[in-house]
Structure formats: C-alpha cells, structure tokens
C-alpha cells in the first residue's frame, strides 16, 4: 500500500513515522551526486551527506507550501484542485517561492489562482507533508474583493460554500480537514 492510500489505514503516529522514512528515502535517492561537482557523495550521518570531492554537506530539504481557508460572511472558498485525488473539494493551496514570506506566498497564490483579494492572513496549523517532503503550513483570511476567476490549469471548479452545502470535502488527518472542522465548530 502506497504511503497516500494509508492514510485512513494506519494510526497517526505509524503515518507520521512512515512519511518521515519516506522523505529520507527520497532524499537518499536525489543526493547520490554532489550537485555542485557530480562526485558521488558519501553518507556522514542519518541525515547527512559529504561530497568527498568539495566538501559540500547535504541534508534532507523541506519545501513549504501554504493552504489557506477564506472566510466570506457566513461562507468559505473550497476548490477543485485538477491534482486531487477523487472529486472533493479544498482549500487554495501553493509553494512558497523564493524571497517571500509565508504571508506574501499565501496572497499571491490567492490572487493568481482566484483573483480575489484577502486581509487579516493568520497563522492555524501546519502538518508535514511527504509528497515528496514538504510542509504544509495552514492559514485563515477574510475576503475582501473580487470575482473569482479560476487559474484554468490548476484548478477545475471552486466557489463560496455555506455550511448547509458542503461539497466532498478532505479526508480526516489532513490539515485541510482540520481547518474546515475547525471552522464548522466555529
Ligand atoms: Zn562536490
């Protein structure tokens, strides 16, 4: 059973511990070469490698990507992603690029993918993710304006879903689905 299809299966501490020796296995698999002088590098440590060579040290890399949950009125923003898995409905999600802060990354993605504008970006959550080794950082943000205008390529549907018309939504355990909770309660 792939790491993804587990999920529901396992207990949370067997996942988190297979995604952890997942991102390490993947990382062992990306860092055979040193990638500033292509000598094969050796292994130091559990998490540390060396190019012979150069002396460049390696470890495991985390990149982190944002999911944000807007709130408009009574409403929130769920979104097909054309990525997922099945047909549920979740939240913007994205990468953080290079020189942003997370909340720079969490406006931009917002803009670019539904052209709506939010404020009052605060932090919820974050969960790691090791599909292939990121970290999935969660927020909460009000809209303000716009009409949304889907990015077409990342995403196939989305609108403002009250709680009396909740689409599919994320499975238990992921971030996602915490925030959604979270928000239902609230
Ligand atoms: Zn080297």
Known sequence: MGLRASYDHIDRCFYDQA???YE???????????????????QKGPIMKKCPECGNEMFP???PA???LIRKGEEILLVHARNFRG??????????????????????????????TIRNITYFGNQPWPYPSNLMIGFIADYV?????LQDEELSSGSFFSKDNLPEIPRKLSLARKMIDWWLEN
Not at 24 to 42: M, N
């Open 87 to 116: 047909t549920f409905h979740g939240l913007v999600a994205g990468f953080l690029e290079t020189g942003e802060t997370l909340e720079q990354c969490v406006e931009r993605e917002v803009r670019e993918e539904t052209g709506l």
């Open 145 to 149: 304006s716009g009409e949304i205008k």
């Open 61 to 63: 890399a985390v990149s």
């Open 19 to 21: 995604g952890k020796a």
């Open 24 to 42: 390490i296995i993947y990382w062992d698999q990306h860092s055979r070469f040193c990638p500033v002088c292509g000598t094969p590098t050796e």
């Open 66 to 68: 944002i999911l944000v």
